[in-house]
């Protein structure tokens, strides 16, 4: 049946339904390619809070989320941005789910690596922001995951230059007792991090993020890098030392990073994978097959989905994301927590939908046509 779609301009436009999806099926676990998606956390939608409250977590929903990217052979990377950290889910929430998330990966044998940030202090002197650092680090740690030492906003309002990235990140990695992953997070996803590595000069913060790590190459497992600028990720990539990986967080320019050239390739720990990732598991496995035509023939057409999700306010992606998997049947409600729902207009969602339907990423197109309806009727489309 015909579905009547609102545009930005106010008009409504015909949209005839996909009916049957593309076949995604699990497979062997990747060989060119460390693959991590970002997942979204499941709000409890009975829970009586507000925006201001603590997450309430559906547990059950939030799990079998994880379990789905895991049975794709996707990693896992947990209370990331795309887990609304620092957006409605605190650090109390976050340790959680870390928890949690850690522990289902050991049962399904899931690859999965968690994020170390600072959020439990909104704001503190140096040493503070050590501590928070260190508590932070030695809760993934103890759950038996791989740290992402993520961007810390804290820092980035006490740092006076570069030294204080130095001394801050390097104290850090001297604690670790796996190689972590470093995040550098740009201020399009967190405008409180406008400046990070003491500089809004991308030339000086990338030369002070690499000092970073020459400093202590043993204990940097690989950077991921998002800052949708596929050149200075390129640039970025081929100075780093031998054996750190880069795992793109370009959610513009993933198909062509991952697919590399002749001087080497990312890794992914991408956001979009969230939604692609089934899609996004088997142009890899196309990939480890050497066929870079087939990866890109799979991939590129989803690029423009990811723009959209990805639009300014780029952090709120998360809205997009998370009506997908309502859409898709990875959950039984389009509600997030801190109501973060409400962040993105229904032309918006509408297009979301539209893109998605197109490629093919609903397992069930009727569901998706329903669960759209019903959102469409509730903003007063009746047609």
């Not at 890794?267 to 994978?273: D, Q, T």
């Amino acid at each position: 049946m015909t579905l009547h779609l609102p545009a930005a301009d106010g008009t409504l436009r015909a949209y005839e339904p996909r009916t049957e999806p593309l076949a995604f099926t699990p497979g062997t676990p990747f060989t060119s390619r460390t693959v991590f998606s970002a997942a979204h956390v499941v709000a409890d939608p009975f829970a009586d809070v507000t925006p201001d409250s603590p997450a309430a977590v559906d547990w059950d929903a939030t799990l079998a989320f994880r379990r789905h990217l895991w049975s794709h052979g996707l990693g896992v990377a947990e209370a990331m941005d795309t887990a609304q950290r620092g957006m409605g889910l605190d650090w109390a929430g976050a340790a959680e789910l870390i928890r949690r998330s850690a522990a289902e990966a050991r049962t399904v044998g899931g690859r999965i690596a968690c994020g170390v940030g600072t959020d439990q202090l909104p704001a503190g002197t140096l040493a503070e922001i050590r501590a928070a650092y260190e508590e932070q680090l030695a809760v993934v740690e103890e759950a038996g995951a791989q740290a992402i030492v993520m961007a810390s906003r804290a820092l980035a309002a006490a740092a006076r230059g570069p030294e204080d990235y130095l001394e801050i990140y390097g104290h850090l990695l001297r604690q670790a007792a796996e190689p972590v992953i470093l995040h550098w997070l740009g201020p399009m996803f967190d405008p409180a991090l406008e400046g990070y590595w003491g500089s809004s000069d991308l030339d000086a913060a990338t030369d002070t993020f690499l000092e970073v790590i020459a400093a202590h190459p043993d204990k940097v497992d690989g950077v991921k890098i998002s800052l949708l600028d596929a050149r200075r990720e390129v640039d970025l990539r081929r100075r780093l030392p031998h054996g750190v990986r880069c795992y793109t967080g370009d959610d513009f320019h993933y198909p062509e990073l991952i697919a590399g050239d002749d001087q080497g390739f990312s890794h992914a720990l991408l956001g979009i994978f969230d939604p692609l990732g089934p899609l996004a598991a088997q142009a890899v496995r196309v990939l480890d097959t050497g066929d870079v035509p087939g990866f890109r023939a799979l991939l590129d057409p989803t690029v423009e989905l990811s723009r959209h999700l990805f639009q300014p306010p780029t952090r709120f992606y998360k809205t997009g994301v998370v009506l997908l998997a309502w859409l898709a049947g990875h959950q039984d409600h389009f509600a997030m927590v801190g109501g973060l729902q409400s962040a993105r207009s229904l032309p918006h969602l509408a297009r979301a939908y539209e893109l998605a339907d197109t490629l093919g990423l609903f397992p069930d197109p009727k569901l998706a046509e329903e669960r759209m309806r019903t959102l469409l009727s509730l903003y007063g489309v009746t047609r």
